[in-house]
């Protein structure tokens, strides 16, 4: 069916290093992918998207790379911050629909 | 611009009652679409309506319906609760124009059933 996960459900990162959370997608049909975070009591947040036409693109501290050969798609944040301490889940959309991968929760060391 | 605003924030309801939530979305936005999420299971595509039209649904029982009002706000509602419907409810609001995927997200109803 189809299913978005990402590979770790948790990631510990020491503030100011980089940040590299993964996520592999199944429908090879999906058009459309959206990382979002979502802090405690919210709701999720966009912060980035990526067209499946497009294989990188790039937002304030944040990358997205998307690899349809092997279905992978990332979110790099450079010199993670305490507030970016959150869950992060990736999101694919076909025919408007969108499906969300289980989530990886995200704690800055300081 | 205010963001998408959801009530109630928290409702506790027993079984076999019925529940509406209510969502307004960003103002100009004509879709709406509804999610629950869970430990378990996630976040999970309910539907989306578009122009007061169900345009999408997801795989959940006839029991979760919902509607679009002409000033795009939005209900779902739950009938004949079952303790596995303790959830947040999020809806998310986008344009709705081809092309416009970005959705922007409510803080959610926290349902519990007992």
């Known amino acids: 069916g189809e299913s978005v996960g990402l590979h770790l459900p948790t990631l510990s990162v020491q503030e100011g290093d980089n940040s590299i959370i993964n996520c592999a997608y199944s429908?090879?049909?999906?058009?459309?992918f959206i990382w979002y975070k979502q802090e405690s009591g919210k709701g999720p947040q966009f912060i980035i998207d990526?067209?499946?036409?497009?294989d990188k693109r790039q937002g304030q501290r944040v990358t997205v790379l998307l690899n349809k050969t092997v279905k992978h798609l990332s979110l790099q944040i450079a010199a993670t911050q305490p507030g970016d301490s959150a869950v992060y889940f990736c999101?694919?959309?076909?025919?408007?629909?969108?499906?969300f991968g289980a989530g990886t929760t995200v704690t800055v060391r300081a | 611009k205010a963001g998408v605003t959801q009530t109630p924030r928290y409702l506790i309801k027993t079984r076999g009652q019925q529940v509406t939530l209510s969502c307004s979305p960003i103002?100009?936005?004509?879709?709406v679409s509804w999610y629950q999420q869970t430990p378990g299971q996630g976040l999970q595509f309910l539907f989306e309506?578009?122009?007061?039209?169900?345009?999408n649904k997801g795989n959940f029982p006839g029991r979760f319906s919902g509607r679009q009002f002409s000033n795009s706000r939005s209900e779902m509602n739950v009938s004949t609760l079952e303790l596995g419907d303790s959830a947040l409810y999020l809806c998310?609001?986008?344009?709705?124009?081809?092309?416009?995927?970005?959705?922007?997200f409510g803080p959610g109803t926290r349902l519990t059933v007992t």
């Open positions: 998310a609001s986008r344009p709705g124009t081809s092309g416009s995927y970005e959705q922007y």
């Open positions: 309506y578009f122009s007061e039209t169900q345009r």
């Open positions: 429908n090879s049909a999906s058009d459309y």
């Open positions: 990526i067209r499946s036409n497009m």
């Open positions: 103002s100009g936005h004509r879709s």
């Open positions: 999101a694919e959309s076909y025919d408007y629909k969108l499906s």
